[in-house]
C-alpha cells in the first residue's frame, strides 16, 4: 500500500478520506460509507483541529483478471476495483431487458439482489446492450470505476461472458481490478464433443459440462449419439433402434434448454453410412454386404433407397429436438472404401454410382453423393450440415457440397488428404486433431490421454494434423475446435474419472481457441489458477 499525507480541511467533519472505502462501496464527500440501518442522528461534537496528516489512500495501476481463457485487452487504472458488498446488486440498463436471464444468474452466483431494468447505484454491477458495439456479438466491454461495474455488448452472448469475467476475477484475486476490459474470441466455434453412443452419460453428468464450458467461454457441445454400440436417445420415428439405457427426448430438451442459457449450441450428431451398427441390428437387411455375402460392420448399403429412407427420417426427428444451427451428418469411416478395390468388393455400390452419375463415376463418388442427399436435408430443416474429412473425396465426377463443413479429426485414413487441400478449395474447416484434442477411452491404437499440457504448449487451430500448422494464410476458414471425449473402451473409466480426466485439457482448449497470442503463464501456473478458480 502506498500512502499520501493531505490535512484535513476545517469544516469537513473529518469525513474526507473518500480513498478507504472498500471495493463494493461508495462514498460522498463528507459522508462515511453505509455499515447499517439508519439511525436517528446524534449531535456531533465540534472537530477539533489536528497538527497530525490525515493518511487516504492510492492505488497502484491495476492489473488484468486472473481467468481462464484469459482476457485480451485490460487498460488499467488507479483504484480499489469492485467486489460485491452489504448493499451490491446486479441491475440491467434501461432498454436491455433481454439480459435479465444473464443478469439473474449473476446476481445468484454473487449472492447479492437482482434489482430488474433500472439505474445503477453505487456498488451495483450493470448490464448493457450496445447494439453498435464493435468486436462481434460475442465481444464485450466490462468497465470498472467508481466502485461499480457495468458490462455492456452487442449481443447477449457477449454480456453472458462479461459476467463470467466477473465471477473469475473474484474467485481469483477477490475483486474485479479497475480499469476497462475488451474482450472478444478468436475464433467462432469453441467447445466440447462428447460420445455418449459407446457410454452412456446421464442427463445430469452432461449439464454439469455445460456449466463447466460455459464458466470457461465455450459455446458448441457435439453429441455423438449412434454407434454399432448402441443409439442413445429416444426415438419416435425408429423406436426399434434405441439401446437401453438412454436419454429421454424430456431429458435432451432439458439439456438443450440449459445449454440455451448458457450460450451453448448443442449440435446432434447421426454418423452415416458407416457407424450405425445399432440401427443395422434392428434392420439387418440394409447391411453392407460384400461379394461374398459377408456383412461390413457398422456399414450401410447405399445403393438401397430403404437405407437413405431410415437415416432421413433420423435427421428430421432430431432436427427438431434440436433447435442449434448445425447438424453433423458423419460421413468417416464408411468400411466399403477400406478395401483395396471397392468396386470389385461391393459391385452393388460401383452399379449404383455408374447408375446415378454417370460412366466414370465409382464407390468414393456414390459415398460423396450420400454425404450430399444428407446435407440436403439438414438444410432443409435450416441446419448447416458438419461431416468428418475422411467422407471428403477429390478428383471424382461428385464433390461434396462447398457448405458442407469439415471436421477435421485425422490423417490416418487410407488415401489421407492433407488440410491444406480442404483449405485450398476454399472450404471451412473445424479443428478435433486427433493427435491433440482427442481423450480416447481405455487409450486404443497408440492414443494416450491428454494432459493439456501439448494442448496449452504447443496446439494451435492451424495445427490441423500432427503437429504441422497450415499457413497462416488460412487462419480465417478455421472455424474453431472441439475437444471429442470418445468411449472406445467404454468401462475403463467411470463418469466420474472422464470429468476429471477432461478438466485440464478442456481449460488449455478453451485458452488456446479464446486468444491467439501465446499464454502468459506457465503450464504450472495455469493449472494454479485453474484449481484456484475451480475451488472457488
Known sequence: MVLSLTVAGCGEGGGGDRGTAPPGTATTPGTAPATGPATTPTPEASPTPSATPSPTR?????????????????????GPGWRPGSGSAVVVAKG???LADEARLLAGELKTAYRGEGAARAGDIELALNTGQAGGPESYTLTTRGG???????????????????????????????????????????????????????????????????DLKLNQLGLHFSDDQAFRIESTSHPEIVSQPHLTKAEVRRIVALANRLHISVVPEVDS??????????????????????????????????????????????????????????????????????????????????????????????????????????????????????????????SAHEDIEVEYWT????????????LREGRRVVNLNDEYLYYVLGEPNQFTYPTGRRIYQEWTPLVLRGSSAVPERYGDQILGGRFA????????????????????PLRATAQKLWDPATPQLTWEDFRALADRLDGG
Open 58 to 78: 492510492t492505488y497502484p495501476l491495476s492489473t488484468a483478471p486472473r481467468t481462464i481463457p484469459s482476457v485480451r485487452e485490460h487498460e488499467p487504472a488507479r
Open 273 to 398: 453410412p458407416g457407424h450405425l451398427g445399432a440401427v443395422l441390428r434392428a434392420h439387418p437387411q440394409l447391411q453392407l454386404r460384400n461379394v461374398q455375402g459377408t456383412p461390413r460392420q457398422g456399414a450401410i448399403d447405399i445403393s438401397k433407397p430403404a437405407s437413405a429412407r431410415i437415416v432421413d427420417d433420423l435427421l428430421r426427428e432430431y432436427a427438431e429436438l434440436f433447435p442449434g444451427p448445425w447438424f453433423h451428418v458423419g460421413a468417416d469411416e464408411y468400411q466399403a472404401l477400406t478395401v483395396r478395390d471397392p468396386a470389385a468388393s461391393y459391385p452393388q455400390l460401383a452399379r449404383a454410382a455408374r447408375q446415378k452419375y454417370g460412366a466414370g463415376a465409382d464407390v468414393e463418388d456414390l459415398a460423396t453423393g450420400w454425404l450430399n442427399d444428407r446435407a440436403a436435408v439438414v438444410r432443409s430443416e435450416r441446419k448447416k450440415a458438419k461431416a468428418w474429412n475422411d467422407g471428403f473425396f477429390a478428383g471424382g465426377p461428385v
Open 411 to 422: 490423417g490416418k485414413e487410407i488415401g489421407a488428404r492433407e488440410p491444406v487441400e480442404y
Open 485 to 504: 471425449v470418445w468411449c472406445d473402451l467404454a468401462n475403463s473409466q467411470t463418469a466420474a474419472q472422464v470429468a476429471n480426466g477432461i478438466r485440464m
Open 96 to 98: 436491455s431487458g433481454a
Open 148 to 214: 461499480r461495474v457495468r458490462i455492456s455488448a452487442p449481443d447477449q452472448a457477449g454480456a453472458f461472458y462479461g459476467t463470467r469475467t466477473v465471477k473469475q476475477a473474484l474467485r481469483s484475486g477477490g475483486a474485479v481490478p479497475e480499469g476497462v476490459i475488451r474482450d472478444r474470441p478468436a475464433k467462432p466455434q469453441r467447445g466440447l464433443n462428447l460420445d455418449i453412443a459407446r457410454k452412456h452419460f446421464s442427463a445430469a453428468w452432461i449439464e454439469d459440462r455445460l456449466r463447466d464450458m460455459a
